[in-house]
C-alpha cells in the first residue's frame, strides 16, 4: 500500500478551539488532498494542494485552511472549531487523479464538543 | 447539479446472488471513473477504474455508457466479504480533483 498517514487517529475539542491535523506521504506524490466524509453527503472537497505552497479550496472550504511547506505534509486547520465541523476527514495522495485514482490514509474521527 | 449521483440502497442479497449498482454522471465530457470500496469505519479504497470499453477483475465488471452518462459495477457469485459501501467516483474534464457519489450500500446474507 502507498505510504499515507494521518494524525491524530482520534480527537475530541472543545467548540472555539483551533484543530490541526496532519497527513504525510511517503510517495512523492504531487497531489494531496483533504475530503470530509458525513452521512447523507458522501465525501466533500474542503481544499487541495497541487505542490508545495500551492492550494486551492474545494467545495466546503469555510472555516478551514490548510498548508504545503513539504511535498510529504499537508495540514489542515480548523481556525475554530465548531460542532458542525465533527466528522471523519480523511487525506488522499495522487500523482494524476487522471489515470490512477487516490490512496487515502486511514482517516481522523473529530468530534467538536 | 451534484457531479455524480448513485443510489445509495441499501441493497440485500444472498450469497451467490448476482447485484448490480449503477450511477449517472453530469458531465458528458468526463473521461475518468473509478469504483471505490469502502468498509464500515475505513478509508475507500480502490477497486477498479472503468475503462470505456468495460472491464473486469474476477467477480466484478465495470462499464461505462457514454451515451446515457451511467457507470455500472457488476458484482457475480457475491460473498459475505462484499459487504461494504461502492462509491462512484468521476473525474470531469479539467478537474484536478475526484468526485465521489455518496455510496450504495450492500450486505451479503448468508
Known amino acids: 500500500d502507498a505510504g499515507i498517514t494521518q494524525s491524530p487517529r482520534h480527537k475530541v475539542t472543545e467548540t472555539g478551539t483551533p484543530v490541526t491535523l496532519r497527513c504525510h506521504q511517503t510517495e512523492n506524490h504531487r497531489y494531496m488532498y483533504w475530503y470530509r466524509q458525513d452521512p447523507g453527503h458522501g465525501l466533500r472537497l474542503i481544499h487541495y494542494?497541487?505542490?508545495?505552497?500551492?492550494?486551492d479550496k474545494g467545495e466546503v472550504s469555510d472555516g478551514y485552511s490548510v498548508s504545503r511547506s513539504k511535498t510529504e505534509d499537508f495540514l489542515l486547520t480548523l481556525e475554530s472549531a465548531t460542532s458542525s465541523q465533527t466528522s471523519v476527514y480523511f487525506c488522499?495522495?495522487?500523482?494524476?487523479?487522471?489515470?490512477?485514482?487516490?490512496?487515502f490514509g486511514s482517516g481522523t474521527r473529530l468530534t467538536v464538543v | 447539479r451534484k457531479e455524480v449521483e448513485q443510489d445509495p440502497g441499501p441493497f440485500n442479497v444472498p450469497e451467490g446472488a448476482t447485484v448490480a449498482f449503477n450511477c449517472t454522471y453530469s458531465n458528458s465530457a468526463s473521461q475518468s471513473f473509478f469504483w471505490y470500496r469502502q468498509d464500515c469505519r475505513k478509508e475507500p479504497k480502490l477497486l477498479m477504474s472503468?475503462?470505456?470499453s468495460g472491464n473486469e477483475d474476477g467477480r466484478f465488471t465495470a462499464q461505462l455508457n457514454r451515451a446515457s452518462q451511467y457507470i455500472s459495477l457488476l458484482i457475480r457469485d457475491s460473498k459475505l466479504s462484499d459487504s461494504a459501501t461502492y462509491l462512484c467516483?468521476?473525474?470531469?474534464?479539467?478537474?484536478?480533483?475526484?468526485?465521489f457519489g455518496t455510496g450504495t450500500r450492500l450486505t451479503v446474507i448468508p
Open positions: 488522499a495522495i495522487s500523482e494524476s487523479t487522471r489515470h490512477y485514482g487516490y490512496t
Open positions: 494542494s497541487y505542490g508545495v505552497k500551492d492550494t
Open positions: 472503468v475503462y470505456s
Open positions: 467516483v468521476v473525474n470531469p474534464p479539467g478537474a484536478n480533483n475526484l468526485f
